[in-house]
């Protein structure tokens, strides 16, 4: 009886197989750059072969991407990449507001002396 994969270890297993493809890398290539064989590759992406630390580890630097990436959940990040975006708009929002109150208070600085000019 084949063990089950824990859910973090589905977690990286998903995560190598989603960046590897979306970084157009076969699993042919993936193996050559991390030392493995692409049967390998293959068995563990199908939960097959749960890979051990230092395989992880080298399949991060072969997809150029932080360990910690393939570790963290896809919701984790969307939801991290979504509050980042967030930020951003308001700090987008506010720079707006600035910029509005800045003009208001030149037009009524202008207005008051025109004001001022004919009392």
Do not use: W
């Amino acid at each position: 009886m084949e063990n089950e994969p824990t859910p973090l270890e589905r977690t990286v297993i998903d995560n190598i197989r989603r960046i590897r493809q979306e970084k157009g890398i076969t699993q042919l290539r993936l193996s050559i750059f991390c030392g493995t064989s692409a049967s390998y590759i293959g068995l563990m992406e199908t939960y097959k072969n749960i890979p051990k630390l230092s395989t992880i580890e080298r399949i991060a630097d072969a997809l150029n991407v932080p360990v910690i990436e393939l570790f963290t959940a896809p919701a984790v990040k969307e939801e991290n990449e979504q509050a980042e975006e967030t930020k951003t708009e308001h700090k987008k929002k506010e720079q707006v507001r600035k910029q509005i109150k800045k003009e208001i208070l030149m037009q009524l600085s202008n207005n008051l002396d025109d004001i001022l000019q004919l009392i």
